[in-house]
């Protein structure tokens, strides 16, 4: 099993939790996070006065997948969250080595 970690814009969660779904994942968790990459924040104006904005909002997706599923929702993530642009984000791939369903006691695959 492993655990996908994907930073996408903000905008681009609702079809990348879509494209997922379509490809069989049962759940995600979703965060709203800040941070900075290579594009180091911007400036903005506001009320006549510029300021310097250090961390962006982006959305952290976690899924938990079979390692069957693993290359399929690499593909539907990076192709639906990219715009091209600088800032599109991230994904992390981790080994999950023990999942167990607190309700049931069900544990790993049958787990997710």
Same mark, same amino acid.
């Given at each position: 099993?492993?655990?996908?970690?994907?930073?996408?814009?903000?905008?681009?969660?609702? *079809?990348?939790?879509?494209?997922?779904?379509?490809?069989?994942?049962?759940?995600?968790?979703?965060?709203?996070?800040?941070?900075?990459?290579?594009?180091?924040?911007?400036?903005?104006?506001?009320?006549?006065?510029?300021?310097?904005? *250090?961390?962006?909002?982006?959305?952290?997706?976690?899924?938990?997948?079979?390692?069957?599923?693993?290359?399929?929702?690499?593909?539907?993530?990076?192709?639906?969250?990219?715009?091209?642009? !600088?800032? *599109?984000?991230?994904?992390?791939?981790?080994?999950?080595?023990?999942?167990?369903? !607190?309700?049931?006691?069900?544990?790993?695959?049958?787990?997710?």
């Amino acid at each position: 099993m492993k655990k996908i970690e994907a930073i996408i814009k903000p905008f681009k969660l609702d *079809d990348v939790r879509e494209a997922l779904s379509e490809l069989g994942v049962n759940g995600m968790t979703v965060t709203e996070v800040k941070g900075f990459g290579r594009q180091k924040g911007h400036t903005e104006l506001y009320r006549g006065a510029e300021y310097m904005v *250090d961390f962006l909002p982006k959305a952290k997706v976690e899924v938990v997948v079979r390692d069957d599923m693993l290359e399929a929702c690499l593909e539907a993530i990076t192709e639906i969250a990219r715009t091209g642009k !600088i800032g *599109d984000g991230k994904i992390f791939v981790t080994t999950i080595e023990q999942v167990i369903r !607190i309700r049931t006691g069900e544990e790993n695959e049958e787990a997710l």
